[in-house]
């Protein structure tokens, strides 16, 4: 049978090094003859967190399904530039999307990393400590993937582990069975996962980055007694909001306070270890290709005095804090706006010989965000005064006053509107549309075709459908 995952080549290392992140890309080692001892298992894991930096996870694949469909984004660049993104920016795209294909194969290349550590380190003779911590990692991996596809595909197929048989090809399970698949690998792994790890294991998953993506589960499922315990223990865990919202983003503070998780991106002196995701949205003709344009909506949307709109969005003719006038060449073509959470000064943006902020860690999940989530978990529970403090702590790093809002439906929206502008272009906003039911009326008040019932989720991917043999089934309306 026709397999539908890539199967894994595992990349071969000369030796434990200390920067777990440095993994090269070249040669390879049938997996069968490579899980032997500690060091294949620490690789094996490490390869894990390479891969994230993908471009089908973190390039034109990811852009497309949760950027451009938003009212937050724009396509950018110039307007025949990638046009198919126009496909998702006017939701016209269909089953036969490369972009889309390339997201489900990249998530499904991630879970077949995560099986061959879970499936092979168990048999390996080493510390035990060790083993049972990269086991956890590869889980939460795995629970990470799988809430990514649910929320894109709704039911998927489930590879519990390599296939004995080594059949691949097997039918979608129902959207419930995935997300209780996320929930037990991502509670198995926060079981295991400590809180932290020292300088020379910055970034890896940790106890609160799992509970974190639970709680994010948990408040797509609308159970708000779970989201308000997994927010209070991630709040119990020392994560703080870091003071400085612009300086947040910048990548001389990467591994702050705030960052619970966030793809690690760090390059040596050939650039390795680097991912495309700075490089495709920096300012066209300057920084980048211009890509992933903020709305004008989104512009305006910021309350006034709100210091989050200046660090998140770049204005053409604006100079930065580092002193770079934006220009984007000077063409009318290009876009007016750009993601400056991803800006770095033009002294730096070709840091390490890389290209266009390039080696810029890409954050995942943050401490504001598990205020919010905490704060409308509060809500829908009716503890007003627990969900406004959590909202209000965020508000007052943005320079604003503290809500007072006492009414349930008012607050609602606000903290939905402080969602939109404290996320902005970090990728929450088309699905938090979705999981709210409003995708519908907001998306189409802004021109885009969204169509209810269809448009929450995106078609299976027609390349996957042939290659099984018919075997995976389309989504309804597609």
């Excluded at 590869?138 to 059949?167: Q, T």
């Excluded at 709109?309 to 934006?326: C, K, N």
Aim: hydrophobic fraction near 35%.
């Amino acid at each position: 049978m026709k397999k539908l995952l890539i199967i894994f080549s595992l990349v071969a290392f000369a030796g434990c090094n200390d920067d777990f992140l440095d993994v090269p890309l070249e040669d390879s080692t049938p997996a069968e003859e490579f899980f032997v001892n500690q060091e294949d298992a620490l690789e094996a894991t490490n390869q894990i967190y390479a891969y994230q930096r993908n471009f089908s996870l973190c390039g034109f694949p990811y852009l497309a399904i949760f950027h451009i469909t938003s009212d937050d984004s724009d396509k950018g660049s110039n307007p025949g530039d990638a046009a198919f993104l126009n496909d998702f920016d006017k939701f016209t795209f269909d089953a036969s999307a490369f972009s889309i294909d390339g997201y489900w194969t990249g998530q499904y290349r991630g879970i077949n990393f995560a099986n061959q550590v879970i499936t092979n380190v168990p048999d390996i003779d080493m510390n035990a400590d060790l083993k049972n911590r990269l086991l956890a990692e590869a889980k939460f991996f795995r629970g990470y993937h799988y809430f990514n596809l649910v929320r894109v595909f709704a039911g998927v197929p489930i590879y519990d582990g390599l296939p004995e048989d080594g059949n691949y090809n097997i039918p979608r399970n129902t959207k419930e069975e995935v997300y209780d698949f996320a929930i037990q690998n991502l509670t198995e792994a926060a079981e295991v996962l400590p809180v932290s790890y020292g300088a020379t294991d910055e970034g890896r998953a940790t106890k609160g980055a799992a509970k974190g993506i639970l709680a994010k589960i948990a408040l797509y499922q609308k159970d708000w007694a779970k989201v308000k315990m997994l927010t209070e223990e991630v709040m119990g865990m020392g994560y703080s909001l870091y003071p400085d919202y612009y300086e947040l983003f910048r990548y001389q503070n990467e591994y702050n306070s705030e960052i619970i998780f966030d793809i690690q991106s760090t390059a040596d002196s050939n650039c390795q270890a680097s991912s495309q995701y700075g490089q495709i949205q920096g300012v066209r003709a300057q920084y980048g290709w211009g890509f992933n344009s903020p709305s004008e909506d989104l512009a305006n949307t910021y309350e006034e005095g709100d210091v989050r709109r200046d660090a998140s969005i770049l204005f053409v003719g604006e100079t930065t804090p580092e002193g770079d006038l934006i220009t984007a060449g000077n063409d009318a073509s290009n876009p007016p706006r750009y993601n400056q959470k991803i800006y770095v000064s033009s002294a730096d943006f070709r840091r390490n010989n890389c290209a266009e902020n390039s080696d810029s860690n890409i954050p995942v999940l943050r401490y504001a965000d598990i205020l919010l989530m905490n704060a409308e978990a509060n809500n829908e529970l009716g503890n007003t005064s627990a969900a406004l403090e959590s909202l209000n702590k965020v508000r007052e790093r943005a320079g604003l006053e503290d809500s007072q809002t006492t009414d349930q439906s008012a607050l609602r929206l606000e903290i939905y509107h402080e969602r939109r502008v404290e996320l902005a272009l970090e990728g929450e906003r088309f699905f938090d549309l979705v999981r709210t039911g409003r995708a519908g009326q907001v998306l189409r008040s802004k021109g885009k075709s969204f169509t209810d019932g269809v448009n929450e989720i995106f078609p299976i991917p027609a390349n996957q459908i042939t290659l099984s043999n018919d075997v995976l089934t389309q989504n309804p309306g597609y």
